[in-house]
């Protein structure tokens, strides 16, 4: 799935909501963004914009997001409903 680039406020938008979760997440969460940073841009430098647009992007990383930044995203409607899959779906 292709996705259309974001506009200034988007991102904006975005990093306002992720600087929010990393307030309260855990070390595990943020050990998981490590592992899928790793995974999408070995031996690079990859913003969480990237990171994240691009773990929607890949169903098969999409599981490795965790769940309360995912629904985060969601309710400010940064990332397309389609691309969320059944195991995130239904996070509250």
Known sequence: ????????EQRKLFHVEFNDWINTAEEADFDRLE????????GEVCSMVRLVRSCFARPDLLAGLPT???QRLREQSLLQLCAVSPSHAGAQ
């Open 68 to 70: 309360a930044l995912v």
């Open 1 to 8: 799935m292709q996705m259309q680039p974001w506009n200034e």
């Open 35 to 42: 592992t899928l940073r790793a995974e999408v841009a070995p």
